[in-house]
């Protein structure tokens, strides 16, 4: 059975009906990358896997559980699923170490101890244990993006979903950010990943997934799309992303 299965999911804001019936399904240990033009609705698909934003119709379920009932406990649910945003969301008041641990305490209920090892081992996974005592405020972009993943790590994910993570960084600090996703994918972590970074969907994702207008155009593993796309605008659509972002990283 999929880890995720998305089932005919529909958004309408106003008049405008942003997800038109987006159905998907996710292995664990899978990596999807899901690109397509602004404004097609790929952050309000993420954002209704965990109902961050509330789908007018459609399902999803993490495993057995059924995110989308009435009955879940949403929390509960959204304790299983990481979110990494493209502007970090970090509390700015407190130290990476903090931001890290807060989840751990609070909604784990872990003693504080406890919290602290498990969150500087996941602060060490990223590469910044020696800024466990600093403010975001000290870090640069891509730090801080790190210890958002690290963040979204400590709480042992099912699953995590990023949207747009490098998207705000300068082009410099883009680098260290993917490759701790390189590495989480390569270490079995579940992903779907909003991004342009196309070097990154080529190495490791295990299905590109092209959205238009709301719904889900073409999908497949990235040797397809990029080298025998089915639908002719998915091949446009690669292209031109692949012209203006680069494919060298
Ligand atoms: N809270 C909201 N209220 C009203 N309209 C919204 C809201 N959130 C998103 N929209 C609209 O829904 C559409 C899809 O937005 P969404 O953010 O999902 O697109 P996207 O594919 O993530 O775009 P981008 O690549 O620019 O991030 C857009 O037209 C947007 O203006
Ligand atoms: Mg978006």
Redesign the pocket.
């Known amino acids: 059975m999929a880890l995720l299965r998305v089932e005919n999911l529909h958004?309408r804001?106003?008049h405008?009906e942003?997800?038109k019936g987006v159905t998907l399904a996710q292995d664990a240990g899978e990596t999807k990358v899901v690109i397509?033009?602004?404004?097609?609705?790929?952050?309000?698909?993420?954002?209704c896997i965990n109902r961050l934003?509330e789908p007018d119709q459609g399902r999803v379920w993490l495993e057995d559980t059924e995110i989308t009932s009435r009955r879940t406990d949403i929390n509960r649910v959204r304790a299983k699923i990481g979110f990494v945003f493209?502007d970090f969301n970090l509390f700015t008041h407190l130290t990476s170490l903090d931001n890290v641990r807060l989840g751990l305490m609070k909604v784990r209920g872990m003693p504080r101890a406890a919290a602290t090892g498990r969150a500087m081992a996941e602060l060490e996974r990223v590469g910044l244990a020696a800024k466990a005592n600093a403010y975001p405020a000290q870090l640069s972009g891509g730090q801080q993006q790190r210890v958002s993943i690290a963040r979204a790590l400590a709480m042992d994910p099912k699953l995590i979903l990023f949207?747009?993570p490098t998207?705000a960084l300068d082009p410099e600090l883009i680098g260290e950010v993917l490759s701790v996703m390189i590495q989480l994918a390569r270490d079995g972590m579940t992903m779907i990943v909003?991004t342009h970074e196309m070097g990154f969907a080529r190495s490791v994702a295990d299905e590109i997934v092209f959205?238009e207008g709301?719904v889900i155009v073409e999908q497949g593993t990235p040797d397809k799309m990029f080298r025998s796309p089915e639908v002719p605008r998915t091949g446009e659509f690669l292209r031109k992303i692949s012209d203006l972002y680069g494919e060298s990283r």
């Open positions: 958004k804001y106003g405008e942003v997800l397509g033009p602004s404004g097609t609705g790929k952050s309000t698909l993420l954002r934003t493209q949207d747009e998207s909003v959205m709301g």
